[in-house]
C-alpha cells in the first residue's frame, strides 16, 4: 500500500489549512493517527471501560486483557524476551527518569562516568546530566564528526572502564542520522557499562530488534508512532530492571503494606504506579499492528526516498543550509535559509498549509554547536508523498523570494 492509499487512512489529512491543502510534516513532534486507532480508544470507552488487574467483574477481566495484549503486541514489535520487559510510562521522559532515578542515582557513586552527547533531545540529556550531579559522576560527551555523526572511533576513546552508563539516541531528531547502536553496545558491554537508548525517533521510522541491538535500555513514544499522546514504552533487560527502584509509589504497584515498610509487585507493574493508561496501551496496540501491517522496512525506505528528494533539491537553493549528514538521513531534514529567523519561515509556509517545525527542537546544546540559535525541520511519515515534497520546495522559493523582497 503507497503513500496515497495510505491517508485515506488519516482523517485529519483531509482538510486545508489557511485556504490551502494541508501538508503536515512536523512528524518528529508527533504523528497524525489513522482510524484505525482512533477507532480501537473508542471502543474501549464505549465497550469495556474498567480498570485493570483488580477487579474481578467482566469488564474487569476484559479490559485488562486488552491491556495485557497490547503489552504483547509492544514486547513482538522489539523483539524483548519477555512482557516482563515491556513497562508502560507516560513517555519517553518518563521512562529516561525513571532509569536516571531508579538506577543511576542507586548504582553511581564519584569516579563513575555517565557518557552522552551533545545531540540528544533534553529528555535524554537533563535527566543524566542531575544524575551526574547529584551522586558526583563525570558526565562526558562523546566529540562530533563534522557532519554531527558520531563516529565508533570517538566512542571507544570516550568510553572507559570507568563508565557505567552511555546514554544516546538511536536517531537524531534534528541531524536525522542512525546511530550505530549494536557497535556503541558492544563498547560499552566490554568496559561494563549499560546502554541506554532513546529510540523516540527511532521506534517509529526503523525496525527495532532489542535482542540484536543487545542495548540495556530502549524507550520510545507512541505518539510519534500514529499511536496516541500520553504513553509509552520503557524497554529494560530484566536482570537490569529488578535493580531499578520504582519512581512513583501507591496504588497497583505494590504487593504488601505494613506500617514501617512495603514490598513491591514483580516486573513490569512495579514501574506502573496508579490507574495505567489503558486506553492509550490499546492505541498503541492498535498503532503497532497498522505499522506492522505496512512493514517497518517499508516504512523506512519510503521515507529516506522523500528525504532524498527534498536534499537533492534543498542543497542546490542558495541561502539555505542543511544540517547533519547529506546521505543516508532518516525521516527529517532540519535546515536555516539565511537572514531569516525559523519562526519568520514557518509562519510563511504555514500561510500555504504547509506545517514545519521551528525552533530550538529541545537541543539547545546541539544548536549551540551547530553555531545557531534555532533552524528549521521538516519532518515526514508514512503518509508524505512526492508531491506534498513539492509543494514544500515551491513553499520555501516562495518565502525565500518574499524575504528576499523584504530584505532588499
Not at 8 to 25: A, D, T
Not at 294 to 303: A, D, Q, V
Not at 314 to 332: A, I, N, Q, T
Request: proline share 4%; hydrophobic share 40%.
Amino acid at each position: 500500500m503507497n503513500a496515497k492509499e495510505l491517508r485515506k487512512y488519516f482523517p485529519i489529512l483531509h482538510q486545508e489549512v489557511n485556504g490551502h491543502p494541508l501538508v503536515y510534516l512536523d512528524n518528529g513532534a508527533t504523528s497524525q493517527k489513522p482510524i484505525q486507532v482512533i477507532e480501537a480508544i473508542d471502543a474501549y470507552y464505549k465497550e469495556v471501560n474498567s480498570n485493570v488487574h483488580r477487579g474481578v467483574h467482566t469488564l474487569g477481566s476484559r479490559a485488562t486483557d486488552k491491556f495485557e495484549e497490547a503489552r504483547e503486541k509492544v514486547r513482538a514489535f522489539v523483539n524483548a524476551r519477555e512482557t516482563a520487559e515491556i513497562v508502560f510510562t507516560r513517555g519517553t521522559t518518563t521512562a529516561v527518569n525513571t532509569i536516571a532515578y531508579g538506577y543511576a542515582r542507586a548504582t553511581l557513586k564519584p569516579g563513575d562516568e555517565i557518557v552522552t552527547t551533545v545531540v540528544e533531545h533534553h529528555s535524554n540529556f537533563i535527566p543524566w546530566q542531575q544524575a551526574a550531579k547529584a551522586t558526583g559522576a563525570t558526565f562526558k560527551f562523546i566529540p562530533l564528526a563534522e557532519d554531527g555523526t558520531i563516529t565508533l572511533d570517538a566512542v571507544r576513546e570516550t568510553i572507559t572502564d570507568n563508565t557505567k552508563i552511555v546514554a544516546i539516541h538511536h536517531i537524531s531528531n534534528v541531524l536525522g542520522d542512525t546511530t550505530p547502536i549494536k557497535e556503541i553496545a558492544q563498547i560499552a558491554h566490554q568496559h561494563g557499562a549499560v546502554l541506554f537508548v532513546d529510540g523516540a525517533q527511532g521506534a517509529p521510522h526503523t525496525k527495532v530488534d532489542v535482542q540484536d541491538l543487545d542495548c540495556d535500555f530502549y524507550t520510545f513514544s507512541a505518539h510519534k508512532m500514529c499511536g496516541p499522546t500520553g504513553i509509552g514504552v520503557l524497554y529494560g533487560k530484566r536482570e537490569l530492571l529488578e535493580k531499578t527502584e520504582p519512581m512513583e509509589f501507591g496504588g497497583e504497584m505494590i504487593d504488601f503494606v505494613e506500617l514501617y515498610d512495603s514490598t513491591w509487585k514483580e516486573l513490569p507493574w512495579k514501574f506502573e504506579g496508579g490507574t495505567p493508561i489503558i486506553a492509550g496501551a490499546i492505541g498503541l496496540g492498535a498503532a503497532i499492528d497498522f505499522l506492522q501491517e505496512i512493514g517497518m522496512e517499508e516504512i523506512e525506505r519510503h521515507e529516506k526516498k522523500l528525504v532524498a528528494y527534498a536534499m537533492e533539491q534543498m542543497l542546490e537553493m542558495d541561502g539555505v543550509s542543511v544540517y547533519g549528514p547529506k546521505k543516508d538521513r532518516s525521516s527529517l531534514i532540519t535546515f536555516n535559509l539565511s537572514e531569516v529567523h525559523p519562526h519568520d519561515l514557518a509562519t510563511v509556509l504555514d500561510s500555504h498549509g504547509i506545517a514545519i517545525r521551528a525552533g530550538h527542537h529541545c537541543a539547545q546544546p546541539l544548536m549551540r554547536w551547530l553555531n545557531v540559535t534555532a533552524s528549521a525541520r521538516a519532518s515526514f511519515y508514512l503518509y508524505n508523498t512526492e508531491e506534498e515534497v513539492d509543494v514544500f520546495l515551491s513553499g520555501l522559493k516562495k518565502a525565500k523570494e518574499f524575504f528576499g523582497n523584504v530584505f532588499s
